[in-house]
């Protein structure tokens, strides 16, 4: 079973600049999760879709952050202007349906602001 | 507020000797508990969870953990450590959103 799939796996962005964020999860699983996880902390939950709709987002600094699961498969999460402070590592997990308390990691982006 | 608190921040073990990392946790009910293991440069492993029963939970690669609700905590050991336990363990629980604690660092010297 192929794991959950995210790239780029690192991103050098100045200030302002904008940046996106794939990932696709295991297959079947209709759950998604964005989580950042700042150096030193664990990670912080941003966004939750369940199918193509939004779960929780209640974490999502929506002046500048955004995602989308348009099909219910895959999910982008961009961030546009990018401040220092967003460097981090950007986590995207999943879940089935059948055990929805087990969720899958992807590998991550290690986003970083200069 | 519900959280989970690791004290330790980062723990060196000697290869070969016992290891225990510390979680505690507040919150009202029994929550559901988690043990992750991250090694650098991966994502989030699954070692155990614990929902009910049996209080000590067995989990994959050696690791074990002990839930005790008089002292609100679950942690997280390994009798004998291999060079490749070297990682980030993060503590998290499950209400209605998995919630981490902020880390212990795991160093293995030979």
């Known amino acids: 079973e192929a794991g959950v799939a995210q790239s780029p796996r690192y991103k050098i962005i100045e200030k302002r600049q904008s940046v996106a964020f794939w990932c696709n999860p295991i297959?079947?699983?209709?759950?998604l999760y964005w989580y950042q996880q700042i150096l030193g902390q664990g990670p912080k939950l941003l966004i939750q879709?369940?199918?193509?709709?939004?779960?929780?987002d209640s974490q999502l600094p929506k002046d500048r952050f955004s995602a989308e699961r348009l099909k219910g498969v895959d999910s982008t999460l961009k961030i546009q202007p990018a401040k220092l402070e967003d460097s981090a590592v950007y986590l995207c997990a999943s879940t089935s349906a059948f055990d929805p308390y087990e969720q899958y990691f992807g590998p991550g982006t290690r986003l970083t602001v200069t | 507020a519900q959280s989970v608190t690791q004290p330790d921040i980062h723990i060196t073990v000697s290869e070969g000797a016992s290891l225990e990392l510390r979680c505690n946790y507040s919150?009202?009910?029994?929550?559901?508990l988690f043990w992750y293991v991250q090694s650098p440069g991966q994502g989030l492993q699954l070692l155990l969870k614990y929902f009910s029963g049996d209080t000590l939970v067995q989990g994959i690669k050696g690791f074990e953990a002990e839930f005790k609700r008089s002292q609100s905590s679950f942690n997280l050991r390994k009798p004998s450590v291999h060079w490749s336990d070297a990682a980030e363990y993060f503590c998290a629980y499950n209400d209605y959103k998995l919630s981490f604690g902020a880390g212990t660092t795991v160093t293995v010297r030979a």
């Open positions: 297959s079947g699983h209709a759950t």
């Open positions: 919150y009202g009910a029994t929550p559901y």
């Open positions: 879709f369940q199918n193509n709709g939004v779960v929780d």
